[in-house]
């Protein structure tokens, strides 16, 4: 295409002197600038502008964006707002798939069985016994007797009330058993649960890192292609690049298998909202004295007063409740042993018909009878001897557990305060690095720098953005873990 720029004829009054020479390129200007935009309008709008320049910033977000209801917990068609999924919600989902759960109905119906055994009027099954007499193998004189008797077993005086109190320590025990089950998986969950999001966090770095890497990669190739870098700058801007999108890579893989496993554990799909998991922390009093500093020797348990009784909080524990019910029913089980020292009496109700010939008429009779079992100790010393010890082992273990689950706490405690002084110090460094990188990358533009050294800042900004972001990961957890150790769910 040419352009033809001579005036037209009888544009200038006669005797008008022809204009100077350099305003002929301010009119070619202006004639290319407006045929470069009146090209996609030639094309009928479906060109694009060669010169378009980029927008100067996103387009602002919506101000307010109603959610889309989830159908999991809303009505179908109805727009109730989405409530946020948090670690209670996770918990109960781990908790349908574990197997205590299932099998939690058949482990009640089972103790139910045996209360009511235990409830009944017998002490166990009644027997059924028939017997027949004759002389048909020696005399054959007609003979014959039938014996038909009935055994109904007994209970002695308060064998069974130490049978019940048995089956309902026993209960209180399973029960207290379920409820570690849970408050262990608990823990598990929230292991899970921010493992998956400081993984989930670090792949969000990794990426923007790789990004970054690429465009500082590609304003370099324009700049050596313009002869204001090195040759060498290029290989070191394009190193930097590969070796971000290897950690990019990396961390796409950790933070995928992280996510698995919270979904093999909890059976969700998606990650809880860190804003919905995260927990506020509890402070409550120690479980047992603290032990003075100044002791130049480790006392023990009893000297550290961790055999002393347990109060209510303390007993309610998910860690110290097991060991506490284990304790009652090993007293219930001993308390059984030493009291049931026999076996349940038996009352015989029979009856009986007999003749003495072939002759003679049949008599009717009834009979009633008592079997008493004697005490032996063959049959009692063995029970009292696994009763004691599993009572000596439960009273031994309590005090070691509670010890323990102090020394949790206490570190727990110790871990959410150091957490806080260390996400402080590491926002602090993200702000320095972040205002370093900012200048350093204007002075690079400005060519005051050289590469190696923009590449060393961009390093150092992204490690403390690495160090923050996992800094408030653990922050988050070491108050979940506090909150845990006090016998917290979610």
Request: charge should be positive; proline fraction near 8%; glycine fraction near 4%.
């Amino acid at each position: 295409m040419r352009w033809n720029v001579s005036p037209r004829p009888g544009s200038r009054p006669p005797g008008l002197a022809a204009p100077a020479m350099p305003e002929r390129p301010i009119r070619i200007a202006r004639i290319v600038r407006l045929a470069l935009a009146a090209l996609p309008l030639l094309a009928g709008g479906a060109a694009t502008p060669l010169l378009a320049a980029p927008p100067l910033a996103p387009p602002p977000a919506p101000v307010a964006a109603a959610p889309s209801p989830s159908p999991s917990i809303g009505q179908p068609g109805t727009a109730a707002p989405r409530r946020a999924i948090g670690l209670a919600d996770a918990l109960a989902a781990a908790w349908q798939r574990h197997p205590a759960a299932r099998a939690l109905s058949a482990r009640l119906d089972a103790f139910a069985a045996r209360e009511d055994a235990a409830a009944s009027l017998l002490a166990e099954s009644p027997s059924l016994a028939a017997s027949n007499r004759s002389d048909k193998l020696n005399r054959n004189a007609g003979v014959a007797e039938w014996d038909v008797s009935l055994a109904l077993p007994l209970w002695l005086p308060g064998y069974q009330s130490r049978t019940l109190a048995l089956v309902e320590s026993e209960r209180g025990a399973f029960a207290a058993l379920v409820d570690q089950a849970r408050w262990r998986l608990a823990g598990e969950v929230r292991e899970a649960y921010w493992l998956a999001r400081l993984a989930e966090n670090e792949r969000i770095v990794a990426n923007r890192r790789a990004e970054d890497a690429a465009r500082l990669s590609e304003d370099v190739r324009r700049r050596v292609a313009a002869g204001e870098l090195a040759p060498m700058d290029l290989n070191q801007a394009r190193g930097a690049e590969q070796a971000a999108l290897a950690a990019q890579a990396d961390g796409e893989a950790r933070a995928h298998r992280a996510r698995r496993a919270f979904s093999a554990l909890t059976g969700l799909g998606a990650l809880p909202e860190e804003s919905a998991a995260r927990e506020s922390a509890v402070s409550t009093p120690a479980l047992a004295p603290a032990v003075p500093s100044t002791a130049s020797v480790p006392l023990a348990a009893d000297d550290a007063g961790f055999d002393a009784p347990l109060d209510e909080r303390e007993a309610a524990h998910p860690a110290l409740s097991p060991l506490v019910r284990a304790i009652e029913a090993a007293r219930s089980r001993l308390a059984l042993a030493r009291g049931n020292v026999r076996d349940a009496p038996e009352l015989t109700v029979g009856v009986r018909r007999e003749r003495d010939s072939f002759d003679g008429p049949w008599l009717n009779s009834a009979t009633v009878g008592v079997r008493i079992p004697l005490s032996t100790g063959a049959r009692n010393r063995p029970r009292i001897a696994a009763a004691s010890a599993e009572l000596t082992e439960a009273e031994a273990t309590l005090p070691l557990e509670r010890a323990r689950l102090a020394a949790e706490q206490d570190a727990s405690a110790r871990e959410v305060e150091q957490s806080a002084v260390a996400l402080a110090r590491a926002e602090q460094r993200l702000a320095l690095a972040v205002e370093t990188q900012r200048e350093y990358a204007r002075a690079f533009q400005l060519g005051n720098i050289d590469l190696p050294q923009r590449l060393r800042i961009e390093f150092d900004r992204f490690d403390a953005e690495l160090a923050a972001a996992r800094a408030r990961i653990e922050a988050a957890r070491a108050v979940a873990r506090h909150n845990q150790s006090l016998g917290l769910l979610p």
